[in-house]
């Protein structure tokens, strides 16, 4: 599971593929 906040590198590892905070947002915006 994700966290909203950004790690160290400010974006998030998932499916092999790194997601910055934007995308990230878009795509929790997406599921809910």
């Avoid at 966290?3 to 790194?18: A, H, T």
């Amino acid at each position: 599971q994700l966290s909203p906040e950004p790690n160290e590198n400010g974006c998030y590892p998932l499916d092999g593929k790194i997601l910055c905070k934007a995308c990230h947002v878009d795509l929790v915006s997406e599921q809910q």
